[in-house]
């Protein structure tokens, strides 16, 4: 008579442990506080209707898909660091898991100026600020190299 051969889970790594505060915002982009919050906000969303199969708490697909956007590695390799197979990565990030989850988020968080009072608004709060000439929107932690088309407004594009 055959026995069942005796299945093994492997625990998986627990990073906000095993990452101190540096390393973890260097590789997820995001603070181990910032990860929680979000995580909470969608967890709903990421939850598992089973237990089985050792499935993905909602906080490890999270980590999965920031590592993924972070790092804009392929999946292979955001597979190995978390013990999970490629297509796992693959359903977490793409298929209406995180991505839309977080997206989902957008209306909470992002608003652009709808019509022109709006704009013409916003705009002189920018210029009021910063003396940023027709802007209507900025996204923080991001750097777009400009190049200056000379002449007397040169100092409006210097890259700073």
């Known amino acids: 008579m055959e026995s069942k051969r005796e299945r093994k889970v492997k625990q998986r790594k627990d990073l906000f442990v095993e990452l101190d505060d540096y ?3 260097r590789r997820f982009r995001l603070t181990k506080e910032s990860v929680v919050e979000l995580t909470l906000l969608i967890h709903e969303k990421l939850e598992n209707k089973t237990t089985l199969n050792n ?3 909602a906080v490890e697909q999270v980590l999965i898909a920031l590592r993924f956007y972070a790092a804009a590695s392929m999946q292979l390799a955001i597979a190995d660091i978390f013990e999970v197979s490629q ?3 693959s359903r977490v990030v793409h298929r209406d898991r995180v ?3 977080i997206a989902s988020l957008l209306p ?3 608003y652009l100026p709808v019509n022109k009072e709006e704009c013409k608004e916003v705009s002189k709060k920018f210029f009021d600020i910063a003396g940023f000439p027709s802007v209507i929107g900025a996204l ?3 750097f777009v190299r400009i190049v200056s088309p000379g002449g007397e407004d040169a100092e409006r594009f210097r890259c700073r």
């Open 140 to 142: 923080d932690c991001t």
């Open 87 to 89: 297509p796992t990565v």
């Open 108 to 110: 909470a968080y992002i």
């Open 55 to 57: 499935a993905l708490s």
């Open 99 to 101: 991505s839309e989850a």
């Open 23 to 25: 390393d973890f915002r």
